[in-house]
Every structure is written in structure tokens, then in C-alpha cells.
């Protein structure tokens, strides 16, 4: 497979950290003591890495990150697998998009993260390893990650599960995970991490069992980045900061576009976590959407003793958001 080129570069990085941070133009260009011209010149592609800097400590991003990501000089490399998993890079419209297939070496069990928008790759590994599909998890249910789930259902006999705050309608027939469910597949473990905020019920998957431990993170992370959220971006921020970041050093992360990549490169390099991250000069109070999700981790836990979220199939924000286009 050709090298997946890095999803977004700097200037998406920085409109999405304006964008998700409620920064106007005007506002950034006078807190980093700016011209609005070079602002404009910046936002247009311009590496100037002075000013990069002083918009970076301005969007609560890293300088020496987002200063690596404008130079181009960082690529992620993660371990092969030697067996039980499988990545597939699929083109959706304009872009590409990722999904994944895990299993068993011993019992063949096996489990389809995101669809992608092409199977073919897909099933001819199935059938190569003679598995057997228990699951096809969805991270979430942008059409971009769902789209071949029609063509999987008529190969394969599997359950497809949703987490139980996305919307049901989007993938009808789906049953519903919540918040820190397992699903297992002979020895291996998949824990569902709570990572909202691209989308109400956008889950990580955690994988324990294989070579090295992974997580399937859907648009919660790219490598350099992040995915987009028009409502609840400091949610999303948040969430994958506290259930990716604390996970092993070594986990290796699957992110729904852009390349595969490490715990550890993205601790470095991720302009949204890199260590040097600086606090913002001043904060924004958060506008009433940004509080609906955090009330609704307050309900009490259901029935079955986990941690309850929005009914099922009622969403508690506003969906269908990916940034340039759709992540
Ligand atoms: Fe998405």
C-alpha cells in the first residue's frame, strides 16, 4: 500500500481549532498581535512559522507541533502485526476513509471496524483466513463509515452495533452498545471508550489481545489532528485526551482517515496534545450545546449497571459535522 498521506495539514488545523474553540478572525489576529493580512496569508497556506507560533499559543495547539506538521517533516510509522489484524484504506468521494478487520488467530473469530466505502479487499481477506464475522462495530454513523455496510451484510452473517447515542435510523437494524462495553472474539477483548464529540456516541475501539495493543478511533484523532465537531469540540478534545492518551505508550491507533499511527508519535507531534500545548490566554464560556452530552453522562446507570447516555436513537447534539468535508 502507497503511504497515506497525513489527513490535514496546517492550515485545516488551525481552522478547525478556530472553528471549534469559537475564534473569529478578528479575535485571533488581536490576541497573537497580527496583522489580519498575514492571518489571511497564513490561512491560505503560508508557512510562516513566526506567526504560526503565536496563532498556535492562541488556539490552545502546540508551536513546535503545528510548526512540524507546516514542515512537513514528521510521518508516522507503526509495528506490522503478524497476524489478527488488517487495515483498509478506501476512496469515498473526494477522500479516502479507513476501516479495519480483527480477529483470532485460534478460533477465527472476527470483528469489521467501519465499513469503508469498497469491501472488495475486505472480504477477499476473510475468505483468505477462512474467518468467521461476529461483529461489524461501527464508530460512528457518518455515511462515509458505513457506506459498503450493505455489501457486508449480504457476505457475511454478522451483528452490526451502534453506540446507543447515535442515531439508530442511521443504520437500521443496528443493536446498541453503551459506554465501556466489551465485545470479545476468542482472546481478544475490544473495550468501547467513550470518545464523543465529532458525534454524540463516536466510541474507540480498544483492542487487547494482539501483537501490541490498539485503538480504532474513528474521526476522535488522526494523526496531527483531530476530527471536526461544530458543537462539542472541546468535549472531543477532552474525552480523547483522557481515554486514548491514557492508554499504553505503545498502542498503536487506527484512525478513521489518514495514516495508521502510535500513542507515542502523536503524544510528539499532535498539535492538539503534543506536550507543549499552552494554556489559552483567555477561555470562551462554552455556549449551552457544549453542556447537553456532559448533563446526560450525569443520568443514572441503566438497567444493565453501565453508564447511561441519551435514549437510543436520540441524539444529544447535532450531527452529520466532518470539518472540510465529511471528518
Ligand atoms: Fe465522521
Known amino acids: 500500500m502507497p503511504l497515506i498521506p497525513i489527513e490535514d495539514n496546517f492550515t485545516d488545523v ?3 481549532a478556530q ?6 478572525d478578528a479575535e485571533l489576529a488581536s490576541r497573537a498581535e497580527i496583522t489580519a493580512e498575514a492571518l489571511a496569508a497564513v490561512k491560505g497556506g503560508e508557512a510562516n512559522l513566526p506567526v504560526l507560533r503565536r496563532l498556535a499559543r ?19 510509522r507503526a509495528p506490522v502485526f503478524p497476524r489478527g489484524f488488517a487495515f483498509f484504506n478506501t476512496r469515498h468521494e473526494d477522500m479516502t476513509v479507513n476501516n479495519y478487520l480483527v480477529w483470532d488467530n485460534k478460533t477465527r473469530e472476527a470483528a469489521i471496524i467501519d465499513t469503508g466505502a469498497d469491501a472488495d479487499e475486505l472480504l477477499e481477506v476473510i475468505d ?4 468467521r464475522v461476529k461483529h461489524v462495530l461501527l464508530t460512528h454513523a457518518h455515511e462515509d463509515h458505513v457506506a459498503a455496510l450493505p455489501r457486508i451484510l449480504a457476505a457475511t452473517r454478522a451483528d452490526v452495533w451502534l453506540h446507543e447515542r447515535e442515531p439508530a435510523a442511521a443504520v437500521p437494524g443496528a443493536r446498541l452498545f453503551g459506554d465501556n462495553d466489551y465485545f470479545h472474539l476468542g482472546v481478544i477483548a475490544i473495550k468501547c471508550l467513550p470518545t464523543w464529540g465529532h458525534t454524540p456516541g463516536q466510541t474507540t475501539f480498544y483492542v487487547q489481545g494482539l501483537s501490541w495493543p490498539l ?11 483531530v476530527g471536526g465537531s461544530p458543537t462539542h469540540f472541546r468535549e472531543q478534545v477532552k474525552n480523547t485526551r483522557a481515554r486514548i492518551f491514557s492508554l499504553p505508550k505503545d498502542t498503536v491507533i487506527g484512525p478513521g482517515h489518514g495514516p495508521l499511527t502510535t500513542l507515542a508519535h502523536e503524544r510528539k507531534y499532535n498539535p492538539f496534545f ?3 500545548r499552552l494554556a489559552p490566554v483567555e477561555e470562551k464560556k462554552p455556549a449551552a450545546s457544549d453542556e447537553a452530552p456532559a448533563a446526560a453522562e450525569k443520568r443514572p446507570a441503566r438497567a444493565a449497571g453501565k453508564p447511561a447516555g441519551p435514549r437510543p436513537g436520540k441524539p444529544s447534539g447535532p450531527l452529520g459535522f466532518h470539518g472540510r468535508r465529511k471528518r
Request: hydrophobic share 40%; glycine share 6%.
Open 14 to 16: 488551525i481552522a478547525k
Open 128 to 131: 483468505t483466513h477462512k474467518l
Open 274 to 276: 503534543a506536550p507543549d
Open 215 to 225: 485503538a480504532l478511533c474513528g474521526d476522535s484523532l488522526f494523526s496531527a489532528s
Open 58 to 76: 492562541h488556539l490552545q495547539l502546540s508551536p513546535d507541533a503545528l510548526e512540524i506538521l507546516a514542515k512537513k517533516t514528521a510521518y508516522p
Open 19 to 24: 472553528r471549534g474553540y469559537g475564534v473569529s
